[in-house]
């Protein structure tokens, strides 16, 4: 018979090795990339040969990076803007209120979540293809922020639910029997008490929306985002620009939740005072 206090302490073992292996699996890899972008040879290879920063210098005087970099900001902002504006109104619509057709609704909502991100650019592609033809456009920026929109409006959607799921209704009442007016009720209550979701969705879409390839590489035409340079240049072979690329990419997006997580917490905490 195991006594139970050693079953306690296998199990927390377990757990806690369980833990460290999946954070090996995840973090080992970056941080391999991160060493490579400082290497001094062309060739990635481990141990590295020397310590040089040549390969961020490289990727700088590529003639199609910052264009590519830029097309990826503006795809990602826009994109992030009117998927977090587009979800929060569905969570608000999807929670608090009961009308025809809403299954429907949440049906189509979760509908871009189910396709594959690959088959998801392809429909998208034929269907603006069509649509070109007749009013006379080609795919471009424009085509891949609202394929963009279309993919991660569903992520805001359903991070902002959420959100109002733990909404307590009884706040906008009170402030309306105090006499406040619908402005204010949402200005002062619910745009507060829902601002740590709608700042989650907006950080989330955004990473999303940075990081995605296959939606924009099938409707990007002859524009180039970030991936699609990634893609380009590898397509060609390896070379120790791509990891230097990899480590200027992860630092800001750690820097980014961070922050969001930050901005969430005092949200969070102000919530809680002002509904004590």
């Given at each position: ?83 977090t504006v587009l979800g929060s109104a569905g969570a608000v619509a999807w929670i608090r209120y009961r009308f025809r057709f809403q299954n429907i609704f949440r049906a189509i909502s979760f509908l871009p979540l189910l396709f594959p991100q690959l088959l998801l650019g392809v429909v998208m ?152």
């Open positions: 018979m195991i006594p139970e206090r050693l079953k306690d302490r296998f199990v927390d073992v377990f757990l806690v090795g369980t833990v460290a292996l999946l954070i090996l699996f995840f973090y080992v890899p970056i941080l391999t990339l991160v060493v490579f972008s400082f290497t001094s040879s062309r060739v990635l290879t481990f141990p590295i040969e020397g310590f040089s920063l040549e390969w961020y210098g490289e990727l700088f005087r590529k003639p199609d990076f910052l264009p590519a970099v830029t097309n990826s900001a503006i795809v990602a902002v826009i994109s992030t803007v009117f998927a592609l034929l269907w603006f293809s069509v649509l070109g033809n007749w009013l006379g456009f080609s795919t471009g920026l424009a085509t891949v922020i609202i394929g963009h929109i279309v993919y991660i409006t569903p992520f805001a959607l359903v991070i902002v639910a959420v959100q109002v799921h733990g909404f307590d209704e009884t706040l906008e009442d009170a402030a309306r029997d105090a006499g406040a007016s619908g402005w204010e009720v949402f200005r002062e209550i619910t745009f507060p008490l829902l601002w740590p979701g709608i700042l989650s969705a907006a950080t989330f879409a955004f990473l999303l929306s940075w990081g995605n390839f296959y939606v924009s590489y099938s409707l990007a035409g002859t524009a180039r985002t970030l991936p699609i340079f990634v893609y380009s240049g590898i397509a060609v072979g390896s070379s120790p620009i791509y990891p230097a690329l990899a480590t200027l990419n992860f630092i800001p997006a750690l820097v980014l939740v961070f922050l969001a997580d930050f901005l969430r917490r005092r949200a969070l905490k102000r919530q809680k005072l002002a509904t004590a």
